[in-house]
Nanobody
Framework: QVQLVESGGGLVQAGGSLRLSCTASLRTFSTYAMGWFRQSPGKEREFVGNIDWSGSRTYYADSVKGRFAISRDNAKNTLYLEMSSLKPEDTAVYYC????????????????????WGQGTQVTVSS
């Protein structure tokens, strides 16, 4: 059974930073593209960014470009989301997701394109 477990969420002041982690039980983690999404109450799940299987290519939503950075450590089966210059509008439940295809990029931005999901971790940014 595939499991993705997010951690690192919490409460932070506007302008602050936070790092989320996502640990995967996938034996084939290193062959998957991975993504981060977020969802606020009453809103649809929103694409944040993704990373290809190797970690060499990333793609971000305009709303987080320049503030968020995605990386991965395939030896540890772990995905990261470094968030800086946080804003109150970044408040959401953040989810990691795995795509069996390896490349990520701008064509893989819809939730239905991802095969595995974590349970989410809450990020709250206070003003």
């Amino acid at each position: 059974q595939v499991q993705l477990v997010e951690s690192g969420g919490g409460l932070v002041q506007a302008g602050g930073s936070l790092r989320l982690s996502c640990t995967a039980s996938l034996r084939t983690f290193s062959t998957y593209a991975m993504g981060w999404f977020r969802q606020s109450p009453g809103k649809e799940r929103e694409f944040v960014g993704n990373i290809d299987w190797s970690g060499s290519r990333t793609y971000y939503a305009d709303s987080v470009k320049g503030r968020f950075a995605i990386s991965r450590d395939n030896a540890k089966n772990t995905l990261y989301l470094e968030m800086s210059s946080l804003k109150p509008e970044d408040t959401a439940v953040y989810y990691c997701a795995g795509d069996r295809a390896p490349f990520g990029g701008p064509r893989i931005v819809n939730p239905y394109q991802y095969d595995y999901w974590g349970q989410g971790t809450q990020v709250t940014v206070s003003s």
